[in-house]
């Protein structure tokens, strides 16, 4: 099982989302042997880690758009005869 890069683009956040959940329902059910419940953990950390860094990633882009917006918005309204230079 290979874990998706969420820095690239084919990482796919809902589809990790949804195998994630599947594997903490096979879990909690109780009926695997000791080492499936090990390699189960071990993808559901790979996963965890996966989706962490790419909401991460998103908020990160969101402040940055938040702080462009706000820039831009500050530089269209200034007015020039009223700068303090």
């Not at 790979?46 to 962490?52: G, V």
Request: hydrophobic share 35%; charged share 35%.
């Amino acid at each position: 099982m290979d874990t998706p890069s969420s820095g690239s683009d084919s990482f796919d956040f809902e589809a990790a989302l949804k195998e994630l959940e599947g594997l903490v329902e096979r879990m909690e059910r109780g009926e695997l042997s000791l080492e499936e419940s090990l390699r189960q953990f071990e993808r559901g950390v790979e996963l965890t880690r996966a989706c962490q860094k790419a909401l991460q990633e998103a908020e990160q882009k969101v402040e940055t758009l938040i702080g462009q917006g706000a820039d831009a918005h500050e530089q269209a309204f200034e007015d020039p005869a009223h700068r303090d230079t």
